[in-house]
Nanobody, 117 residues
């Protein structure tokens, strides 16, 4: 069955870094558009960054220059390198897979990122 398993979240001080990973299985990872979303308490889930099957990337304005999305199709894994973290980056981060061809989409269970001193 389809699985998206996020890891790498945790508690970090402002200005620090974290690297999130999303291990995918059960579908053709390389052909899916992969994205990171986040949801803070009391707020809507929002797109953070996405990467196409051809590795074109797109970022939300609030993370441009600080976060980098990447993918390793050989390992079926999606990454999010987060630098210069701010308290407002605190949220649950979710991995998402979307197929333009089939319109199938899948979500991971999320990983908590807390930025606090």
């Amino acid at each position: 069955q389809v699985q998206l398993v996020e890891s790498g979240g945790g508690l970090v001080q402002p200005g620090g870094s974290l690297r999130l990973s999303c291990a995918a299985s059960g579908f053709t990872f390389s052909s899916y558009r992969m994205s990171w979303y986040r949801q803070a308490p009391g707020k809507e889930r929002e797109l953070v960054a996405s990467i196409s099957s051809g590795s074109s990337t797109n970022y939300a304005d609030f993370v441009k220059g600080r976060f980098t999305i990447s993918r390793d199709n050989a390992k079926n894994t999606l990454y999010l390198q987060m630098n210069s973290l701010k308290p407002e980056d605190t949220a649950v981060y979710y991995c998402n897979a979307y197929s333009i061809l089939t319109r199938n989409y899948y979500w991971g269970q999320g990983t908590q990122v807390t930025v606090s001193s």
